[in-house]
């Protein structure tokens, strides 16, 4: 039985995925969380945390139970991972990014690889905080480096900002007030774009890090072969002006390769401390690695016992820059377990250090040979005594620490030092006379009081190493100039008399010979003095030593000799010689004389607190030892203020403390208190200066702890009062000061008063007090004056004041000083000083003292009051924002502390002013936004007695005056819901502001309901509706778009807000009452568009709104007539019109389709008034919906042939419930995707279907009449003569000339007879006149046609299992087809079979296409019988306006004999002809007919004769047409080795063959039709002769022998009698429409004078039967072929020859031998442009009705295309030996015709063409400007309904419709 779990199994992280088929089975991936609620045995039950939906059973092995917390809400369960939040945030995080990840890799997303490295790097961070082996320092920090990727990573992916506090972790907006809220994203957005631009190498220079910092490094190992003992000298290096910046750290390493000390292996670290700002700024730092060797002379006598050891000589120098360590992007990538390689270089034989360091640092690369040094960084922020605290496992009581050559930024109280950095620089020392070589110099530093005694441990490398007495330098072999630059720390106690300390330096030559060494002696000396003559310390700078040489004799060695008088530098010998011109100055004493030739550079640098090299700062630091000398102690009062502030605060301290002795010694103190207050004043207003804001504590410090003078605060508030009441007359510059100090004075003034009272147990309070308010009261009228002399004093006390507070309030009322800081802000005159005081103002805010409720209620009114008079005057708006924020901030509720009278009185006097304001400010500037928030933080803070009250006040006794407040507010939330002020990624700002207002509205919407129902205020109602609707649908709460994360984050906190705001509107809909009918149907659009939230429970609560408008409008009274008006016209159009629009827009959905009919239905069928017309709405709208979810299903495919089907169902729908504008918006769509696709045709027909509901008239249009292609137009036909123009152009481009010309004969009426505009006549003619010229001249490709069967339910329901007969593109054949179709249905299968597709098939979920070419059947017009017509203008009928269509499949009754194989003929008819608004249209009747093997023979035979025929007229009409297409089709004929040929149909000729009477007819036509083409094919082989090539001559020969032998083979086994050669039949031709050639009719109309009349020149008579069409009549030879199409009965007409058999033979005409006259005449051929049908020019006439009949397409047919089809020049008046014209006499013979003939089929267009050769001339285009290509299409047309039934399928031939010879 299934228990339920205990608390410690709740919990569960999925380590496998787990998927299964099986019921109740959970589908689990790796890393997913469960709820485990229940278990059994192997198994556990529960639901995905992500999704609690999702629930069933799954394994216990694939789960591992973690840790959780329980909490319970009634029965429900809610368990959360007891991991820290931040493991949890992380695990959220990559969970989501996850999703994205693996998106990008499907994307290919350049940003892929860095997402994978932040994702792994967050998977690692949460490993270590996971493993709980981190200091909680470590944590921190690895807190911060996770909440910045986190960040940092959200931004890169569009995700939303997150918010912290400072811990980093995330913030809680319930406990966050809506200021705070947004200054903290703003500063995570700050934080972010920083990141941003530090990664794309943009850092902000400007921002910099904390104030302090230090460097870790801790030298980890040194790999080096030295050989002796070593010295490693570690300091902080200046690359660019080549100076150390720190002391040294020194480490003694081994000669063994090892520490000397082996406890130190692993703890060598130092902290390089006191850096700061400045240092981080530097170009170029580097940590630089000295190594000095110590031992013998040469290395290489290291052996030699004899060598001189000990001697320190320089090995060679390592160093890295670190300068992107400490200010730039690796700053945090610094980990102390991080080891970094340093490259070691060694030293040359004759280079210094100094040089050789700055080699290495410019130097790219070293060769190391695998030599250097191993370390670990960090950056750690803060001074050292934090950094101890905050890192004691780096930081330990061992670790050294180097401080920089110099102050840091902050000099604290206790920091006492006392330091001077000496640096051995450079000598020059002479050889002696007897010398050979350069001395090895050793300089030798100690230090010595006035009498010579040597200081003890005094000096040092400067850390990690022990005190040194004496310093010994490096040695430089044979150098007399070496040049050292070493520098040693000198650490003199403060103690210590400084007086006669001094440097002193000895040289002495070290031998390489330790026997010779011992013998040596110092050889010279140089000194120099610590300190002045004016006790001032040594300056920092360097100083040129004067050398002087040692003589001493070996008994006075031990004396001490007085060198301390002689000049010490070069300096002071040359000042001392100024001082004393006469005298000489002494340059010896004892042993020591002056070496004029050698020289010697030292550097100092002091870093003290105690000593100073200012005399003004000394005199006043030693103020006791002037204090009689008033001069010169008034002198230096007034010099302070020249002093260099850096010199100042180094000695702050001990300052302070001279000055107010100075203040307090009652003897001098009359003379001195303004000059003391004076400085006081100086020092104070230095520190509040930016350049020193870092010393302020510093200052803080020593008020609390170091200042202890307790009657100076009496002489400080005498001073500063007489100072403030005599401002007119004070120096500005002091008063300034004074104000600028005034936070420190106040300081001193109470911590004087508190020692005072404590030693005095608080005697003198009231006096005190009463001076205080005295003194505050003083500075208060000083603000009254209106001069411009005390203008900056005023805003300096502006600034300043409120600094004071805290400190006054430990001495002073908090109430009363509250007063007198109202009366101090309202002094200032209004107009003046308006910046500052609203700074001041916002200062008192942010003090302690409006902390106090009682002191509150004293300065809001003042601050609200000051700031709504700004705001309403538009002034100083931001900072009057700024002061609203603050106290809004400050007064929101935290530790059950209440603030309701304070937001009251806030709301009383400021709300209305926030509100014009939000309104009046350009939403996207900084202050909009802010002010935005003042106004949410209001609301918010706002409780419901609050609005209340607010509405009850005096201002709204009016309802007026509340609707105007209703509407401002209500105006305002409808802007900000349609136009957010936070950024889209602002996700907590722009729901908590959500949440508020709808806590507005529905507060607000009481009040509308309660107060503005008895007086209705339609408006307001209105703007309420439209205001909540506009909350509802907007983007940032519609949950169903956002992650599943994002979704619960957001419902746990705020639900979801769009239901309770869907049951407010409910509810105030149905508080209308009578009133609904105003909102009908304004209200519709809106109302539909919040039913579509995906949302189910809204949509069951609002979706009955619909019906209860439907039922407002039905039974509304009309006032005319007093009767319900008995529909809802308005409901229902408004729902259809705004329905189309946003289910396109992508809104809505199946189950939305549903629930709104089933809603509807229910409601409208309870209904007994309403319910007919109810039903057959809600019929409508089902219909729609289903049509528009097709349609926005299909619309995003890229398969544009669906989305026009889609549209044209949907304008199938609006024509059909009459919804004219949406019928014209989606013709113009459908347009506007024909265009795209090149359909021209198509675009025509569709917008023709728009002018089909214009007249022409100059009525005005309708509205919904409207084209976005011509705005302008206003009447019927000014738009439809515009669009006329676009369709003919359209026409034009699709070659459809003939519709085309059907327009412009409107517009020809219009012009000639109707407006009688002949100049627009003109034009329109001349276009006319081209598209007739491009009917004969322009090339123009039959379209081929297909049938597509869509079997299977795969397909789009408009689709399924139908069949659609498409219209292909130019020249696009059966393949081409296929591929295309293939292409836009991938999945499609394609059938191999034409049989009916299977039940199964069509039932299958799959997609199976059936494809197959079509013939179209010509319906022939009646104007074309009895006319003699050319073939180019009847072969655009045979493949346009056609609806009936054919295709033949083969019947397997015959097998592989074609004598008996049937074929089943398939009839097809389409919905509508081609072409129309589409290129396919669906089948809507079906019909078959069997074929038989006979028809089927004469059907082939027919077609290969026209073949024939044409090829004959094309090379009669071109004579140097080539022959290979000829001669490739008479060979295929003559040779049919592969075929068969004739012989395939022998059993047809044989006797007893048909004796039926249909047989035998179709036999005799069999006989007719094989005659023919022997005729054909003699005349052929006879063009091929004459124009044959020699090398082809034996082809041609080979084609007669084959003919020979096939006549023998006819005559012989078929009976037939054929005809001789000279026996041929005539073929009558005449001119078609005129004997005039167009030459000749050019030159009547270009020269009207001319008198030669136009008489037919020429008469052509072809010989030539009518091989290829029976029963044709021949009309005189014109321009081009034309077909001469008979009525059904005609006249006979006489024979001109014998007939064959003694009978009549219709099929048989005279023709005269054409072999010697091949070519037409110039004038005859000059218009004819290249048939490829019937290239002969001349008119064919028609006696039977045109059939078609399209064989199947082979490969010959397709090689007898002809090559070319380039129109032939014009030869004016020429003459030819070879032309037909005028070599030919002509005989017109009328053949004798029965009375009822068949009329031939129509001339069959060749399958596959060769128009590789095709030239195709553009017909000249009278188009409009923007026709073919607009930026706003409109939209698409309904087919046209087809007038009548399609024409019935040609009956067959019968004995009696035939002649038979």
Request: with cysteine.
């Amino acid at each position: 039985m299934w228990q339920k779990t205990d608390r410690s199994q709740k919990y569960g992280v999925v380590l496998y995925n787990f998927h299964s088929r099986l019921p109740h089975r959970l589908d689990l991936n790796i890393g997913d969380t469960v709820h485990i609620s229940e278990e059994l045995d192997d198994w556990y039950f529960g639901y995905k945390i992500k999704n609690k939906n999702e629930s069933g059973i799954f394994p216990k092995s694939y789960i591992h139970v973690r840790e959780a917390v329980v909490a319970k809400f009634g029965s429900l369960e809610r368990v959360t991972s007891t991991e820290s939040p931040i493991a949890q945030e992380i695990s959220t995080v990559l969970r989501e990014w996850h999703i994205i990840w693996r998106q990008f890799y499907l994307d290919r997303n350049e940003e892929l690889e860095k997402v994978q490295g932040m994702m792994l790097e967050l998977m690692d961070w949460r490993k270590k905080i996971m493993s709980r082996k981190l200091t909680n320092e470590e944590v921190k920090d690895l807190q911060q480096k996770v909440s910045s990727r986190i960040d940092f990573g959200n931004a890169m992916l569009g995700l939303d900002l997150v918010v912290r506090d400072e811990q980093g972790n995330i913030l809680n907006p319930d406990d966050t007030s809506v200021v705070e809220l947004y200054k903290l994203h703003e500063t995570a957005a700050d934080r972010i774009r920083l990141e941003q631009n530090t990664v794309t190498g943009e850092r902000d220079m400007s921002v910099t890090g904390p104030q302090t910092f230090n460097l870790f490094v801790q030298l980890r190992n040194f790999v080096c072969r030295i050989g002796e003992d070593a010295d490693i000298l570690m300091s902080l290096y200046d690359a660019k002006f080549s100076k150390f910046i720190s002391e040294n750290y020194i480490v003694h390493w081994g000669k063994d390769g090892v520490p000397k000390d082996l406890d130190m292996l692993n703890n060598f670290r130092v902290v390089f401390t006191d850096l700061g700002s400045r240092d981080r700024n530097r170009e170029k730092v580097f940590l630089v690695f000295q190594i000095i060797r110590i031992g013998v002379m040469d290395p290489k006598d290291v052996d030699d016992k004899k060598q001189t050891r000990g001697l320190r000589r320089p090995f060679g120098v390592a160093a890295i820059d670190i300068t992107e360590y400490l200010g730039g992007p690796k700053s945090n990538s610094a980990e102390e377990d991080k080891q970094i390689f340093i490259p070691f270089q060694s030293c040359g034989e004759k280079e210094f250090m100094d040089g050789l360091i700055k080699k290495v640092v410019v130097a790219k690369e070293i060769n190391h040979k695998g030599q250097g040094l191993w370390v670990s960084l960090k950056v750690l922020q803060g001074d050292v005594k934090q950094v101890k605290e905050d890192y004691p496992h780096l930081i330990g009581p061992n670790t050294c620490v180097s401080r920089k050559l110099g102050f840091p930024d902050v000099i604290m109280p206790g920091d006492v030092r006392n330091d001077i950095y000496v640096t051995i620089k450079s000598g020059e020392f002479t050889r002696g006379p007897a010398k050979t070589a350069d001395k090895n110099v050793e300089v030798t530093m100690i230090v010595c009081n006035n009498k010579g005694e040597i200081l003890q441990n005094v000096i040092s490398h400067g850390c990690g190493g022990e005190m040194m007495s004496e310093y010994k330098t490096l040695i430089y072999y044979h150098e007399d100039k070496p040049k050292w630059q070493e520098t040693v720390k000198v650490a003199i106690s403060t103690e210590e008399e400084f007086k006669g300390l001094h440097l002193k330096f000895t040289f002495k030559h070290r031998s390489t010979s330790d026997a010779k060494d011992r013998s040596e002696r110092p050889f010279a000396m140089s000194f120099i003095k610590l300190m002045n003559k004016n006790s001032t310390t040594l300056s920092d700078t360097d100083h040129t030593l004067l050398v002087y040489k040692i003589t001493e004799k070996k008994e006075d060695r031990d004396k001490f000799s007085p060198y301390l008088d002689l000049p010490s530098t070069r300096e002071k010998f040359i000042e001392e010689q100024n001082m004393q011109p006469n005298n000489k100055v002494t340059l010896f004493s004892g042993p020591f004389t002056l070496s004029a030739k050698d020289s010697f550079v030292v550097s100092s640098f002091v870093c003290s607190t105690k000593l100073t090299h200012n005399v003004v700062l000394l005199g006043l630091l030693q103020w006791q030892d002037i204090m009689s000398d008033t001069a010169k102690l008034r002198d230096h009062l007034e010099k302070l203020m020249m002093v260099e502030g850096e010199e100042i605060v180094k000695f702050l301290q001990d300052l302070l403390d001279s000055l107010f002795s100075i203040l307090m010694q009652n003897t001098i103190s009359d003379v001195y208190d303004n000059l003391v207050f004076d400085a006081l004043v100086h020092i104070i207003s230095l520190i509040s200066d930016r350049k020193f804001d870092q010393f302020r504590p510093v200052l803080d410090a020593y008020v609390e702890s170091s200042f202890s003078f307790a009657m100076a605060y009496q002489k400080l508030m005498i001073i500063l009062r007489d100072y403030v009441d005599k401002a007119m007359e004070t120096n500005q510059k002091i008063l300034k000061s004074a104000m600028k100090s005034l936070e420190y004075l106040f300081k001193f003034i109470v911590q004087s008063r508190n020692h005072f009272a404590r030693l005095n147990d608080g005697r003198g309070k009231q006096s005190f007090e009463l001076q205080l308010k005295q003194l505050i009261k003083s500075i208060s009228n000083m603000m009254l004056y209106t001069s411009d002399n005390t203008l900056v004093a005023q805003g300096s006390a502006l600034k300043y004041i409120c600094a004071t507070i805290p400190d006054i309030l430990k001495v002073f009322d908090a109430v009363e000083l509250s007063h007198l800081m109202v009366e101090f802000i309202n002094n200032v005159p209004k107009e003046r000083l308006t910046k500052q005081k609203l700074k001041c103002i916002e200062d008192l805010v942010q003090s302690k003292l409006f902390t106090m409720p009682e002191c509150r209620q004293i300065l809001l009114p003042m601050m609200l009051q000051h700031t709504r008079m700004l705001m309403e005057a538009n002034e100083e708006m931001k900072d009057c924002i700024d002061v609203l924020s603050n106290i809004l901030n400050l007064t929101f509720p935290k530790d059950m502390v209440s603030h309701d009278e304070d937001i009251s009185l806030i709301t009383k006097m400021s709300l209305r002013t926030v509100i014009q304001a939000c309104i009046k400010l350009d939403k996207s500037t900084t202050e909009a936004i802010k002010c935005v928030c003042v106004l949410m933080s209001m609301l918010r803070q706002m409780k419901d007695f609050h609005f209340t009250q607010y509405m009850a006040m005096d201002d709204f006794s009016f309802l007026i005056d509340l609707r105007d407040f209703l509407m401002e507010i209500l105006m305002l939330f409808l802007d900000l819901v349609s136009n957010n002020v936070f950024p889209a990624d602002w996700m907590e700002m722009i729901m908590l502001e959500n949440s508020i207002i709808l806590r507005a509205l529905q507060i607000f919407a009481r009040v509308i309901h309660e107060r503005f129902t008895q007086e209705f205020e339609q408006e307001l109602w209105g703007f309420f509706f439209k205001c909540s609707i506009s909350f509802l649908t907007q983007k940032s709460l519609q949950l169903e778009h956002f992650t599943t994360s994002k979704r619960t984050k957001i419902v746990c906190r705020y639900r979801d807000m769009r239901r309770e705001a869907g049951f407010e509107i409910r509810q105030m809909w149905f508080h209308l009452g009578p009133h609904k009918i105003d909102f009908i149907p304004d209200l519709v659009g809106a109302v539909l568009e919040m039913t579509l939230i995906p949302e189910i429970e809204l949509r069951k609560a609002t979706m009955p709104i619909f019906f209860d408008m439907m039922v407002c409008e039905f039974m509304q009274i009309e006032p005319s007539t007093r009767k319900i008006k008995g529909n809802f016209n308005q409901v229902e159009n408004e729902l259809i019109m705004h329905l189309d629009a946003l289910v396109e827009g992508g809104q809505g959905d199946e189950e939305y389709k549903d629930l709104i009919c089933e809603i509807l239905f229910k409601l409208c069928s309870g209904h007994s008034t309403l319910k007919d017309q109810g039903l057959r709405f809600v019929n409508t709208i089902k219909e729609l919906l289903q049509h528009l979810l097709e349609y926005r299903k299909i619309i995003q495919s890229e398969v544009k042939e669906l989305r026009m089907s889609c549209i044209v169902n949907l304008l199938n729908f609006y024509h059909d419930i009459g919804r004219q504008e949406m019928y014209i918006r989606y013709l113009y769509k459908l347009c506007d995707l024909h265009m795209k696709c090149d359909n021209y045709t198509e675009a025509a027909n569709t917008v023709k279907l728009h002018v089909s509901l214009l007249r022409w008239t100059d009525d005005g249009l309708d509205p919904m009449l409207y084209s976005t292609w011509y705005p302008e137009a206003r009447t019927h036909r000014e738009l439809k003569e515009s669009l006329y123009y676009d369709i003919i152009s359209f026409y034009d481009k699709g070659k459809m000339w003939e519709k085309g010309i059907e327009l412009t004969k409107e517009l020809v009426h219009l012009y000639e007879e109707e407006l009688f505009d002949y100049e627009r006549l003109s034009v329109i003619l001349k276009r006319q006149a081209e598209l007739f010229a491009c009917i004969i001249r322009e090339l123009r490709p039959d379209p081929e046609y297909f049938r597509v069967g869509y079997y299977g339910r795969g397909f789009p329901s408009f689709l399924q299992n139908k069949v659609f007969i498409y219209r292909g593109k130019d020249y696009e054949r059966l393949t081409d087809f296929n591929s295309r179709m293939q292409t836009l249905f991938p999945n499609a299968e394609l059938l191999k079979s034409l049989s009916p597709p299977s039940s199964e098939v069509k039932d299958s979920d799959k997609q199976y296409l059936q494809i197959n070419a079509v013939t179209p059947v010509l319906e022939l017009q009646d104007r074309f019988r009895d006319k003699s017509v050319n073939e180019k203008i009847l072969k655009y009928y045979s493949v346009n306006e056609v609806q009936k269509f054919t295709f033949d499949r083969r019947m397997e009754e015959g097998g592989g004999d074609i004598s008996r194989m049937w074929l089943e003929r398939t009839y097809l008819t389409t919905l509508y002809s081609f072409p129309g608004i589409l290129c396919w249209f669906p089948v809507n009747h079906t019909e078959t007919k069997k074929v038989s093997p006979l028809e089927n023979a004469i059907e082939t035979l027919e077609s290969t004769n026209k073949r024939i025929n044409s090829l004959i007229e094309q090379h009669i009409s071109d004579s140097h047409l080539s022959t290979n297409n000829l001669g490739m089709l008479l060979n295929g004929v003559v040779d049919a080795s592969v075929n068969g040929g004739i012989s395939n149909y022998k059993i047809f000729y044989s006797e007893g063959y048909g004796e039926a009477e249909v047989q035998a007819h179709l036999v005799c036509k069999l006989k007719e039709v094989t005659k023919n083409q022997v005729m054909l094919l003699r005349e052929a082989l006879n063009i091929h002769k004459g124009k044959v090539s020699e090398e082809l001559k034996p082809f041609h020969d080979h084609m007669e022998q084959r003919f020979r032998e096939m006549l023998k083979l006819i005559h012989k086994e078929y009976n037939l009698n054929l005809p001789e050669a000279h026996h041929t039949a005539t073929l009558k031709r005449y001119k078609s429409m005129s004997a005039v050639s167009l030459t000749r009719l050019s030159q009547a109309f270009t020269s009207m004078n001319n008198n030669q009349t136009v008489t037919e020149r020429l008469t052509v008579v072809h010989r030539r039967a009518s091989y290829a069409v029976p029963n044709l009549k021949i009309s005189p030879a014109g321009r081009s072929p034309s077909v001469f199409v008979k009525p059904d009965k005609t006249t006979p007409t006489t024979p001109m020859r014998p007939t064959v058999m003694g009978r009549k033979n219709p099929f048989s005409q005279k023709r005269t031998s054409v072999a010697s006259t091949a070519n037409l005449s110039d004038h005859s051929s000059s218009e004819g442009g290249g048939s490829n049908r019937n290239s002969l020019e001349a008119p064919i006439e028609l006696t039977e009705q045109l059939t078609p009949r399209r064989p199947l397409r082979d490969e010959q047919r397709r090689l007898s295309r002809p090559n070319s089809f380039q129109l032939l020049t014009p030869m004016m008046n020429s003459t030819s030996n070879s032309s037909l014209v005028s070599n030919t006499s002509s005989t017109i013979e009328d053949s004798e015709q029965g009375d009822e003939v068949p009329t031939p089929p129509l001339p069959e267009k060749t399958t596959f063409s060769d128009y590789s050769n095709v030239e195709i001339s553009s017909s000249p285009s009278h188009t409009r400007s923007n026709s073919g290509n607009r930026k706003s299409k409109p939209v698409p047309p309904l087919p046209a309904e087809i007038n009548g039934t399609p024409p019935p399928v040609p009956k067959k031939y019968t004995l009696k419709q035939a002649s038979l010879t």
